[in-house]
């Protein structure tokens, strides 16, 4: 997703610099949400101001957005098919898989040292068995990020 | 109807840290289990749709919700909820960049993040696995698939496709 925003908005349409680029996906990334549409926001501020920051904004959702909708339609007029009901049974379980795959895809990059790891399985045994709250897990990782990160 | 749509999703939009799926947790506190707005079932749907349709899984979560419950005023609405919050903390940071660098702060912070993210992602995994897979076709759908994503580089959108061909044909 990153290099086709980059071809597009730093080497053909020249809208920002490629150090200016780079700022905005570090911000885009340390704020909640897609790093599609926070890049958007950025790009567009950067070049004309609020409404092209909101323009840009727009443009990401729309293609997504309007994709959803069209599927929706469909599917929930379909939904009670068999052949529906069918390929919902069998995506489902692949859906686990992808998940399963991103956890080690990420773990491998985001989980260094043994604490890091810790808080991982602890925060994931608090979810599922005592069905800590997500924020509380989101926050609880936050504040024990700042006491106990001392690199850098 | 509509307020409480776009108040919902700006909740969820102020905690999507970490791109998609690490929200999947959040959203089944607030859709299913808080508002009952989905049954597990329809929560699965709901899941297997925003990952088959490209774009993020929070804002097509939402799209999709808000057009179940309200068609498209409540699709619109929704999405502008659960994007507003980001939007709007972009623009914050923005601004404080040109004065300070808060960079160390907000570094350790994102940093701090990822275990979180990590552990949210493996408790969606485990509890859709725990709605969704009832037999051992489920199971050996689910390995199957783990193998091909961890051993090739697939397009995750053309595997759940894959899986959802198998499905109709191991259940007819």
Known sequence: MLPLIRTEIVEKKRWVTSEDFLTGIAVSQSIPGSIAINTAVFVGNKVAGIPGALSAAFGAILPS??????????????????????????????????????????????????????ITAALFLLLIYFHLHPVFALLISAALGLLLGRRR | MFFQLLLTFAKIGVFAFGGGSATIPLI??????????????EFLELIAIAELTPGPIAVNSATFVGYKLAGVGGAIVATLGVCLPSIILVLIAMLLLQKFAANIWTDKIVR??????????????????????????????????????????????LVLVLAGVAGIIVYL
């Open chain 2, 28 to 41: 089944q506190n607030e859709i299913v289990n808080g508002l009952h707005w989905l049954s597990a079932k």
């Open chain 2, 112 to 157: 701090g993040l990822r275990p979180a993210v990590v552990a949210l992602i493996a408790a969606a995994a485990y509890s859709i696995a725990a709605e969704g897979i009832s037999d051992i076709k489920g199971i050996i759908i689910a390995v199957v698939g783990f193998s091909v994503l961890m051993t090739h580089k697939l397009n995750p959108i």
């Open chain 1, 65 to 118: 957005f309007t994709a959803i909708v069209l599927v929706a339609v469909f599917f929930l007029r379909f939904r009670e098919l068999t052949v529906v009901q069918n390929f919902m049974r069998g995506a489902t379980p692949a859906i686990v898989a992808l998940l399963a795959a991103a956890v080690l895809d990420v773990g491998k990059s985001a989980l260094k040292g043994f604490t890091v790891i810790i």
